[in-house]
Structures are given as C-alpha cells and as structure tokens.
C-alpha cells in the first residue's frame, strides 16, 4: 500500500523543489505552493497560516478562499480548527467541518461552503510554525495518504521557514531571527554583560531537502546509522563509564538498532526526502510526542532526541567547533554540565540556559567566575542564533536577544556605573572591614577550581571560607586518584600564600550527583543520602580525601570542614575518621600539619539547638546559608514558586542567626555565615548587626559588600532590626532600608 503514497509525494516533492528554486518574493513563493498542493491533492482549497506571534496565527496565502483575507484573517492558538491543529500540533481530518468540535466560521474567508478538513502542523524540533490546511466541498475524510503527504509539505515548509525564503511585508512574513526578542528567566548569578551568542549545541540547517536519488540517500543513511552504532558502542565499552551512565547508553542503543526508528526514516527518503530532512522529520515527530509524555518517556525520548542530532551531524558534517569562539561569546544552551562548561574557561561574557537551577552545577560555576547567569530562559535556543547580539541583565534575569539601540544605549549606561563601581571597590580592596562603631568584620571567599584562586588578592578576601571540594569529583568520569587531589589540594594552599583556606569535605549527593555513582530514588533528595551521610557511610571515599588533605598541607596549617551536620553525633564520627588518618599518616612517617582545626556547616536547624558540647567540641562552625533558609522555612530553593517568598531579613530566621552566634559566643568557638545573602550588601550589614565577624561570600560580592560596612554603624542597625521586631513586623527589610536612605 505505500508504493503509491511515495510516488505522489515524490512527484509533489519535485515539483514544490522547482517552485522553491524559482526567483520570487516570499509571498509569491507562498502563493505558488498553496495552488501547486491543491492542485496536487485536488483539493478547492489550499491555506498556509503562519505565526505572527507566539498566541496569534495569520492567514498568509491561500488558493480557493477569500483573497482579500490573506493578512487579515487571524486567530488565537485553540481557536477554531486551525487554531486547535496549532495548539494541540496534531492533524485534524474531518468531512464536515462545520459540526466538528471547535469550528469557527470566518465571514471574511468564505470557508462555510467547504465541508471536508484536513489541517497538519508547520513545526521544526517541537518550535510551533503555522498550520498548512486542505479543504474541498465534498464530505470525505482524507486518506492516510493523502494525510502523509501533507505532512511533508508542511515539513518542507518548516525548513523553509527556518532559511528565510518566505520574508516579506507583515509580521507573520518578518525574517525569522532578525527582530529584537525578551526573555525573562531567573537570576542564577548576578552581574551584567553584552557579547554575541554562542551557542553550545548549535542547531543542524538543512538546506538541501529533496531527493532524485533515493538509493544513495538510503545509503547515506544506513552508513551514518551504522557510525552512529559503533561510536554507542565504543561507549558501552569505555571502562571508565559506569553505574548511570551505562544506563543511558543502553537506552541509546536500545534507540540506536530500533528497526522501527530506521524504517520510518527510510520511508520517508523513498517518499523523496534527503537522508537529513527525513531524519529531522522523525526528530520533530518524537518532540511532539514528548510534550504530552509522562515524565520516564520524556526522558527516553530525549535520548532519542540526542542520537538524532547525533545523526544529524553526521550527515551534513556540522559539528561544534569551540576553537571559533569569540572574545565577547555569551553561552546559550538547554542545559549544561560543569565539565562542558570548564572547558569553555573563564574567557565568556556571560551564559544563559533554557534550564537549569540556582543550585545546578553549572551556577557553581559561573558564580565561582563571577559569570552573569541568566536560567530557565524559555525558548533562548529557538530564537537565537550563534553571533547574534546579546544582552544578558543577570541581576534581574533577562535577555536581550538582538536589542534596538535604545537598549543597548540604556544597557551600556547599566554597564558604565557598574565599571565605575567597581573602581570604587578596587580603592578599599587591601582596606581592613571596620565599620564605623569600631566592629571588625572578616571578608572570606568562597571558592571550588584553581582558577578562581586568583581572585584571592584582587577582591581583598582575608582568606577561603569555604573551598567546595566536590567540584573535582564532579567534572570527571571516574574517581579521582588521592595523588591527584592532594596535589590540587596543595596547589590551593600555594595560591593561598599562607592564607587560611576552609576545604569543606565531599558535599555530594541532592543535586549534585557524581556521574560514576549511581542515582538513589528517593522522594526529596535535599533531605536524603547527601553529604556527610554519604561521607560516614561510604568511608573509603572519604578516607581518601582527608589522606590527601593531610598529605596536601605536608606540615602546613589545615582547616577542614564537614557539611550538612544534622546532629553531634555525626560531627564527632566524622571528626574520629580524620584523628585516625592523623594517627595513620604519623605512623607511616609523613608530615603532619603544623596544626589542624575541625569545623561543620551548620545547615540544619536542629544543630542550633545540638547540646552545649558539640559549641564546644567544634574548632569553628560556619552557617550555610542556603540550605539552613530552605530547612527553616520548607520552602525549596530550586523551586522559583516559592524560594523567593520568604525574606532572608525576616525576624524568625534573624533570630535564629541571633541564636547560634549567642552560643558560639557562649563556648568560645569562631562562627562566620557563608552562602548567597552573605554577598548582598543590605543582608551582610544586618548579619553583622546580629553579631556575625565573619562573612564569605563569592568573590565579586566583596567590594559592594564592603563599601556598605565601611559606613555603617552596626549599633544603630541592630536598633533598627530589634524596633521591628518589637513593633511584630514579620521583616525587618523596610525599616533597614528607610534606615539606609535617610542617614
């Protein structure tokens, strides 16, 4: 039953190739391809609706309706049948249009007088096109190969869409990728930046779509699939891959020698398709699919959709080659690993993902580089274009793609007092923290790679409050060797220059995941087998880290910290494993640390009330901000719903800041708070008016940070914060901040 299908649409396809070679405007291209369908298809009626926004549909040509409706006639997504084609991205086939569910008369087109319906979505890679709709007097249903054939056209219409051929006047006609686009995300890492984009996984451009030579076609594909096979294979066979990763590649095999997968594809080149354009309409078929999959078959179909890319690029030899990326690149991607985005360097402007979390790897990243972070900016890939210019406003989580000179003029000033604020900085950078009432206050930075080393001296941090040792387990595809860490470990300490640097121990588990270990299934990660959990159940591992801290300090100070303590008992069993890797280094002759100091994150907020001994046990505590703000107020921070809800300066969680430095004071033990609210300005002044002398933060917080302390009299402050609480305001932000514009 296909033979005749695929010889028609191959007939269909040749012909819609020549009108596509023709020299014509973009309306009149659109004009030949709806008589040359309906006159294929013998049909009265042929239409193409095209977007003219991302909620409207335009009537933009049209072979047997009202002329004098092209350019008028539009409609919302779900209404009427072309808009429901369009929002559901399914065909409709019906021959009696008028009683079906949704119908919509349109005076001005003078469709009433068509019976049967036949509408097939215009759609690239999941991005919504338009709508390329058939129509005839007669009541009939439309066979299913006329309903393929039409599929094609509008495939070929996407593509074509995609390439520009179809611009004229109207906005439904603009030149894709050519106006200024905004999108609103999140803040992932504040700062401003302007550059062009480059994107991380740039998308294939098919410009040769139909085929003569089916034969060499299903050649070239059959030898693209059988590369495709073998390169799974190699990395099924890769020793260093295990445990999750060895799941993911069986189901990219799995998808990789799927008779089903290939035989669609096949079908489509014997329908007249190129290798590539058929393997692009499988590829936009399976994204349809996704957006209504439950969530396991989503993830399936991704793989599916990675392997097609894959593919893809085998076919037309487009590939990603970072040795062209510009000075001002700002990186735009779906989604990123910290490995993928350590190999870029510190050199880009600015990154924006169309995912992502303000606790994913990659903002660990880009705040160690103190790197502008835009997240969860819908559709950023769909729009862009790599060299496109960009604006990224990582303060307030936009991005302007292609912006009018009127912003760029109003960003560039944004830019201007953010340099000359900067300058400000750099003249207090090697000025000691004493505010104005005489309080001093200790300025650390927060720190995981060698390279953010630098930024030591150039801030003026006194030290590292917090040096995230899981970064180095994280970016490789096995466990690193205790050679290894200990001498990164040592080299942290040289770049210090006697400096004190906190290496807080292995922090994994929650969201961040080693990607040698396999994923635990548990219902809420952030309260499950993480970090010292992990740490006193799986002792090889940790064993292994504190031989290479002792070794890397060799008779240096040491300071090592253990994260999230929930309770003393935890705090003193991991303190037991490090005095017996003391006693075993001292056994075996290496040099001991000169002196060593044992601290914990106090991240819980059952620690604040542990019993008086754990105060005095620790050497130091450090209060991670982050974590113990969404333990104390349930609200988790990778969820936008409710993170932002709560204020760091309200006067529950100001108590409770108020509470454990009162007991650290009371048992003699150093307390500092490290995390986000630590490197904002208004937040550190009110931490230090609760007591806190110590404060880390990312490196580009501390000048603002500072600049703020310097003048400030924290005596007056702590008034202010004590008169709201007294007064029963649930924050203390208001008041601090009329404190602020009026001294």
Request: charged letters at 30%.
């Amino acid at each position: 039953m296909r033979a005749p299908r695929e010889s028609e649409s191959r007939k269909l396809l040749r012909r819609l190739q020549a009108v596509m070679a023709e020299e014509a405007q973009g309306q009149a291209r659109l004009d030949r391809i709806v008589d040359l369908v309906a006159d294929s298809m013998q049909t009265e009626v042929c239409s193409i609706y095209l977007n003219r926004d991302s909620e409207t549909l335009e009537l933009c040509a049209t072979h047997g309706l009202n002329p004098a409706a092209v350019h008028v006639t539009r409609m919302r997504l779900g209404e009427g049948l072309v808009g429901r084609v369009a929002r559901k991205r399914r065909a409709i086939n019906t021959a009696d249009a008028p009683a079906t569910k949704g119908f919509r008369y349109m005076p001005e087109t003078g469709e009433e007088v068509f019976s049967s319906f036949l509408g097939v979505p215009v759609q690239r890679l999941g991005e919504r096109l338009g709508v390329l709709v058939v129509q005839s007097k007669d009541a009939r249903e439309y066979s299913e190969d006329e309903v393929y054939a039409l599929e094609v056209v509008a495939m070929v219409l996407a593509e074509m869409t995609e390439l520009g051929v179809f611009t004229g006047e109207g906005e439904a006609l603009r030149p894709r990728h050519a106006q200024q686009v905004l999108i609103r995300g999140i803040t992932g890492q504040e700062g401003s930046a302007e550059g062009v984009v480059y994107l991380h996984d740039p998308r294939v451009v098919i410009s040769n779509l139909v085929s003569d030579d089916p034969e060499r076609e299903l050649a070239r594909l059959r030898g693209a699939v059988d590369a495709l096979r073998l390169s799974v294979d190699k990395m099924l066979n890769d020793p260093n891959h295990g445990g999750e990763q060895t799941e993911v590649l069986e189901a990219f095999r799995m998808f990789a020698y799927s008779r089903s997968w290939l035989r669609r594809m096949e079908e489509d080149i014997d329908a007249g398709l190129t290798a590539e354009a058929a393997v692009e309409k499988e590829q936009t078929a399976a994204r349809t699919r996704m957006k209504n999959a439950d969530p396991y078959l989503r993830d399936r179909l991704a793989d599916l959709d990675d392997l097609s890319n894959r593919l893809l690029r085998m076919l037309t030899g487009q590939g990603r080659d970072r040795g062209d990326l510009p000075e001002n690149a700002v990186l735009v991607a779906k989604n990123i690993g910290p490995g993928e985005l350590l190999e870029y360097g510190r050199g880009l402007k600015g990154v924006v993902l169309e995912g992502g979390s303000v606790g994913s790897h990659a903002a660990i990243v880009a705040r160690a580089w103190a790197v502008p972070l835009v997240l969860q900016a819908e559709g950023i890939t769909t729009e862009a274009l790599s060299g496109d210019p960009i604006l990224v406003d990582g303060d307030q989580g936009v991005v302007h793609l292609r912006p009018d000179e009127m912003v760029r003029s109003a960003f560039g000033e944004k830019l201007a007092m953010a340099a000359k604020a900067q300058e400000r900085y750099a003249t207090i950078r090697d000025t000691p923290c004493v505010t104005e009432d005489g309080a001093r206050i200790e300025m650390m930075m927060n720190a995981g790679l060698i390279a953010d080393l630098p930024s030591l001296a150039g801030s003026g941090a006194e030290g590292v409050g917090l040096f995230r040792t899981e970064l180095q387990f994280l970016t490789r595809n096995k466990v690193p060797q205790r050679g290894e860490l200990a001498r990164l470990y040592a080299h942290v300490m040289d770049a210090a220059k006697g400096k004190p640097v906190t290496f807080r121990t292995l922090d994994i588990g929650s969201d961040k995941v080693l990607p040698y270990m396999k994923r635990q299934d548990e219902p809420n990660p952030a309260l499950g087998w993480r970090a010292i959990r992990v740490g006193l159940d799986k002792r090889g591992v940790m064993r292994m880290q504190l031989q290479a801290l002792l070794r890397a300090a060799n008779g240096r100070p040491l300071q090592v910290m253990f994260p999230f303590i929930a309770q003393m008992e935890e705090y003193l069993a991991a303190r037991e494993h490090l005095h017996r890797e003391i006693e075993r280094e001292r056994v075996m002759g290496h040099p001991l640390p000169e002196a060593i100091r044992v601290g914990a994150m106090l991240e819980t907020p059952s620690l604040a009330f542990a019993p008086r001994r754990f105060f005095e046990e620790a050497d130091f505590i450090s209060i991670g901000g982050n974590d113990l703000k969404q333990f104390f107020f349930a609200a988790d921070r990778e969820n936008e719903r409710v993170r932002k809800r709560y204020d760091t300066l309200n006067v529950s969680f100001l108590s409770l800041i108020e509470k454990i430095v009162a007991r650290c004071e009371e048992a003699g033990t150093p307390v500092s708070f490290c995390g986000e609210d630590a490197g904002r300005p208004v937040e550190a002044l009110c931490f230090a008016a609760m007591g806190l002398r110590c404060l880390s933060m990312r490196p580009a917080s501390i000048g603002p940070v500072k600049h703020l302390l310097l003048r400030a009299n924290l005596g007056e402050v702590r008034r202010v914060i004590e008169d709201a609480r007294d007064e029963g305001e649930q924050t203390v932000r208001p008041a601090v901040m009329e404190y602020l514009r009026t001294r």
